[in-house]
């Protein structure tokens, strides 16, 4: 079945900087590709996906982008702020649904942006 | 509000007890998925229910059971609890079988069991 790694499981920037995180999966007809965050204490929340068919998506200061062939996909967000400061899950969903439901979650990242 | 209520919000409760948790999905989801989370810990999927039936089962002890009514609300059992059940516990909705379009989460339910 699908497996989604993702790292780095930490990561600490300065206000300002650019924080990368990147996921890999193992499915190559895996077709949809969310990004959740998750402020301490709350629900996970969608915050940016993308299909199959789109090499790159943009909203405002976060971009996602997806490479096929490596099966890999990449959360970027730019001009970070402290309220960005949250643990970030990338999810892959396998065409067909398997032993872990429809979405296969990655471990998540611990994002901390000090000013 | 996600428009997928969770209760209780939080719950107490002593070692070998039983609680059941409840989740309401958002209008019009027919698919419920259950979730755990451990302190500084990602997110453990449990079960999924699609329009009443049991679709997808992760890791879910067999302490744990689950199921979606006929208006598609759906509640997580947990019975013989041990200390290590203490987690925050999700629920989640989605529109279609597959989740294409992602999920919505709830609140969530803060379990401890002291």
């Known amino acids: 079945g699908e497996n989604v790694e993702q790292h780095p499981s930490t990561l600490s920037v300065q206000e300002g900087d650019s924080a990368v995180i990147k996921c890999t999966y193992s499915d190559s007809a895996s077709n949809y590709f969310p990004w959740y965050k998750q402020e301490l204490g709350k629900r996970p929340q969608l915050i940016i996906d993308i299909r199959s068919n789109v090499g790159e998506k943009k909203d405002q200061r976060i971009a996602v982008t997806l490479n096929k062939t490596a099966k890999h996909f990449s959360l970027h967000i730019t001009e970070t702020q402290p309220e960005d400061s949250a643990v970030y899950f990338c999810?892959?969903?396998?065409?067909?649904?398997?032993?872990?439901?429809?979405?296969?979650f990655g471990k998540g990242t611990k994002l901390s942006v000090k000013p | 509000d996600s428009g997928v209520t969770q209760t209780p919000k939080h719950l107490i409760t002593a070692t070998g007890q039983r609680v059941t948790l409840r989740c309401s999905p958002r209008s019009g989801d027919l698919s419920v998925y259950w979730y755990q989370q451990s302190l500084d810990q990602g997110l453990q999927f449990l079960i999924q229910y699609y329009n009443g039936e049991e679709r997808a089962k992760g890791n879910i002890l067999e302490r744990f059971s689950a199921q979606q009514f006929p208006d598609l609300h759906s509640e997580l059992n947990l019975s013989s609890l041990e200390l290590g059940d203490s987690a925050l516990y999700f629920c989640?909705?989605?529109?279609?079988?597959?989740?294409?379009?992602?999920?919505?989460f709830g609140s969530g339910t803060r379990l401890t069991v002291v």
């Open positions: 989640a909705s989605s529109g279609d079988r597959q989740g294409n379009y992602g999920y919505t």
């Open positions: 999810a892959a969903s396998p065409r067909y649904g398997g032993s872990q439901g429809n979405l296969i």
